[in-house]
């Protein structure tokens, strides 16, 4: 994390008032801009979309406690039916921000001064809880293998049966004008 933090980005909060005083509590409640890149291939949240923000920003020995919550719309596309997907994602996030100087593992969310980025935080809760395969409803039935027809508007969709195509080439045969393919050779 960059130790240059500007505080009037909207993912980026200051915690001054916590004063470094385990047990002090800050209420973070905003709405905000989705940053961009905020999902997975087939479904995540819209660049700049609003996202409802429910948190609670609590001073800790270590750095400060930031639990709550995020809803935030989807959009994305069946992986089954490829048919569009609008949901409302509701995410429970928890993180620890260090204070600066602390020792911890490099994956660890440092303070930088008294700013935090939200956004790394944000990032983890919703992706890491996006489906990888997004389905429009749990029995989507796809597509048709065959044909791509959407099998989820006909369900009684059908085709006659393949023919193994070792055997194509007898089918041609059989097609062609029965008097000719059976009269053998002339004498």
Known sequence: MSSQLDQRLPLV??????TRTPGSVKY???RVPAPADLGVR?????????????????AVVEGVLVTGTIDAPLEGECARC?????????????ELYNYPGRDAGEDELFLAGELLDLEPAIRDAVVLDLPFTPLCRPDCEGLCPVCGADL?????HSHDDQIDPRWSGLSQVLAEDPDEAGSGPQE
Request: hydrophobic letters at 30%.
């Open 13 to 18: 909060v200051d915690t001054h008032e916590l």
């Open 28 to 30: 973070y409640r905003q």
């Open 42 to 58: 087939l479904i995540g949240v819209p660049e700049g979309a609003e996202m409802s923000l429910d948190l609670m920003l609590e």
């Open 82 to 94: 490829l048919e569009p997907i609008h949901e409302d994602g509701h995410y429970r996030m928890t």
């Open 152 to 156: 989820n508007k006909d369900p009684e």
